[in-house]
């Protein structure tokens, strides 16, 4: 009815500094679920790495595994073959009547015993790998515990990440919908607010990179101290190993 425009009600401060409170907390909340959705894709990527190094690992678990089964499977023919040899030479001596045979016979019957008994105990004890591979078979067990336990932590951070990054999805849809029923008031606490916290991001990701630039530092002079210590050792080694040769000589 060509009347004068109704003019944009003007917020009292009270509710104003209200709203900044509440805009903090909630821009806080989306500044922790970007940081929580960094973490989550950091964990998702390690876990996927864990299982490729699980895998691996009980790969080669399995290959001394079926190694072993073949092992004790040669050892129990061995076995057989033993008892049955030991039978041949007990009916040897039983028949013999010069004793030279006996006595030959009967030292060998006592090494195929000795060779019998090895073997009973060593099946007894699963002992069928080298020693490298039974050393290798418990690195592996133990690195497979290792894994495991990792990957519980990695999986109990995940689900921590993906609660702050949901909270964080919550919060931005109330952000979008309190937005479009801002005053210009509103709206301007709405824009400094963020203002701000994004001031706030910046400053502490400058101090975080100057920590890892200092880190980095320190890593590349005790790297560098590494060094000199170990070309001192390897001159210090070739010192005495040339007075080793000459007191030889």
């Keep these: 009815t060509g009347g004068t425009p109704l003019k944009e009600a003007t917020p009292s401060a009270q509710s104003l500094a209200k709203m900044k409170r509440m805009l903090t907390s909630d821009v806080s909340k989306l500044v922790k679920a970007q940081e929580a959705q960094a973490i989550l894709d950091a964990h998702e990527s390690k876990t996927t790495k864990l299982n490729e190094t699980k895998e ?24 057989k073959a033993l008892a049955k040899e030991l039978e041949a030479v007990q009916a040897r001596m039983e028949g013999s009547s010069d004793p030279l045979e006996r006595d030959q016979l009967g030292k060998q019957h006592a090494r195929l015993a000795h060779q ?23 690195d592996l067990d133990d690195r497979l515990d290792a894994l495991d336990t990792e990957a519980e932590y990695n999986a109990s951070k995940i689900t921590e990440a993906q609660k702050e990054v949901k909270e964080g999805q919550v919060t931005q849809v109330n952000l979008r919908n309190m937005g479009s029923k801002l005053t210009t008031a509103g709206a301007l606490v709405m824009y400094n607010t963020f203002t701000e916290k994004l001031a706030e991001v910046c400053q502490r990701e400058k101090t975080e990179q100057k920590r890892v630039w200092e880190l980095e530092e320190k890593i590349l002079e005790q790297q560098k101290a590494t060094q000199e210590l170990a070309n001192k050792l390897a001159v210090k080694q070739g010192e005495y190993d040339s007075r ?3 007191l030889e000589m």
């Design 116 to 138: 019998h008994k090895q073997l009973q105990e060593r099946k007894r004890r699963r002992d069928f790998l080298s020693n490298d591979d039974a050393s290798t078979l418990r």
């Design 244 to 246: 080793t040769v000459e």
């Design 56 to 79: 691996e690992c009980l790969s080669e678990r399995a290959n001394l595994e079926l190694k072993s089964a073949r092992a004790a499977a040669a050892v129990d023919e061995d076995l």
